[in-house]
């Protein structure tokens, strides 16, 4: 990325996670690793999206420790709290209190076409609840509140960018310059992880069969086991096929974690089984993640530096998500 890059012009960056389970590889391989590599180009803030994660039922005990580590994790990685800012999302109370101004701003009717709304709906069909249906209007609050240049979304997040910048804009045309209006930023690396059991489907922390995903912080023989497990395709040639997602999943992974390119990956196993290949890739993923994960519980480990560290990073949130929710709030004509 561009290296003329000063602090003051570093164009803005936001990003969340949400908290709804343990974090897997594909978090980390989709999203998480350029999340690391992003603070060198720009002025990244990076939240552990809380608020979003109850739009489906949670076990308050399991939420709260996956709210920690989802936060460690994130420390684990590389991210460095001081030059970015890193911050739990329900801490900062303006997100919540922008999202209901700007629900106020949004079509009910833009908001059904919402393809995820609708995935959701029918995945927890006892559960469709109004925050599950405004949940892209707090994303849109999310993005505004930091005066976002950038969002890194994939394919699945397109169209709830795509609502904020239309709220932006709305906004901005009845009452003036108030919001940035966001861009979409697509970073270099993200590959898209299947599941291990169900290729047709991504890889997801919610889904309840716990050999479909990795955890970042599963351990080595958990890892292994996993990807021993995996499903895998008829035919035993290891290469990219349409007709052959299991194994293409194996490779992207595989080239994701190694840095190989898929081609390299193919001409490796040239000739070799796919229990092997399976092997090589539980290996390689183990190896990967070991550091993060040992580094993650040296850090749940110490309360205090955690705690400081999380209260840091909320003031310094709060300290602009203030300055622009004031500003709304003003331009709408309530008294401050
Ligand atoms: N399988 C995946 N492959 C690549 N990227 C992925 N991401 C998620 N799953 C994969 C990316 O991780 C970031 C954070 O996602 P999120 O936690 O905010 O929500 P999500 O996309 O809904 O992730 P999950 O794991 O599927 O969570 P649940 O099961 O709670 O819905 C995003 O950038 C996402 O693209």
Same mark, same amino acid.
């Given at each position: ?5 000063t602090?003051a ?11 709804s389970? !343990?974090?897997?590889?594909? *978090?980390?391989?989709?999203?998480l ?42 420390l684990?990685?590389?991210?460095d709290?001081e030059k970015?800012t ?8 303006e ?34 609840n ?12 999310d993005?505004?509140l ?7 979304v ?14 932006a804009?709305?906004? *901005? ?13 697509i ?8 599941? !291990? ?10 889904d ?15 890892i ?6 995996a ?76 705690e400081? !560290? ?16 004031f ?10």
């Amino acid at each position: 990325m561009c290296d003329t890059n000063t602090e003051a012009t570093k164009k803005k960056v936001l990003s969340c996670i949400q908290p709804s389970g !343990l974090l897997t590889l594909g *978090n980390y391989l989709g999203a998480l690793k350029s999340w690391v590599e992003m603070q060198n180009d720009f002025d990244c803030t990076y939240a552990v999206a809380d608020l979003h994660a109850i739009t489906v039922r949670q076990e308050p005990a399991k939420l709260r420790s996956q709210i920690y580590s989802t936060f460690a994790i994130l420390l684990a990685l590389g991210i460095d709290p001081e030059k970015n800012t890193v911050f739990i999302q329900s801490q900062v109370p303006e997100h919540a209190a922008l999202a209901w101004l700007l629900s106020c701003y949004t079509q009910f009717g833009e908001m059904s076409r919402m393809t995820q709304f609708k995935d959701k709906s029918k995945k927890h069909p006892d559960n469709i609840n109004v925050g599950l249906f405004s949940y892209p209007v707090l994303m849109a609050a999310d993005i505004l509140l930091y005066k976002s240049d950038l969002v890194p979304v994939g394919d699945d997040q397109k169209q709830h960018l795509e609502i904020a910048r239309d709220i932006a804009i709305r906004f *901005n045309n009845i009452y003036g310059d108030v919001f940035t209006v966001p861009e979409a930023y697509i970073p270099k690396a993200g590959a898209r992880i299947r599941s !291990l059991q169900d290729s047709s489907r991504k890889m997801s922390k919610s889904d309840d069969n716990a050999n479909a995903w990795v955890a970042i912080l599963d351990g080595r023989d958990d890892i292994i086991r996993k990807f021993k497990r995996a499903v895998t395709d008829s035919g035993s040639e290891i290469r990219i096929a349409e007709d052959k997602p299991g194994i293409s999943n194996l490779i992207t992974i595989y080239s994701a974690v190694t840095g190989k390119t898929a081609a390299e990956v193919e001409r490796e196993f040239d000739g070799r089984g796919y229990g092997e290949f399976k092997l090589a890739v539980g290996e390689a993923v183990a190896d990967e993640l070991a550091p993060v994960k040992q580094r993650h519980d040296e850090i749940i480990g110490d309360k205090k530096t955690l705690e400081r !560290l999380y209260k840091a990073g909320a003031e310094k949130a709060e300290s602009v998500a203030r300055k622009t929710y004031f500003k709304a709030m003003k331009k709408v004509g309530f008294v401050l």
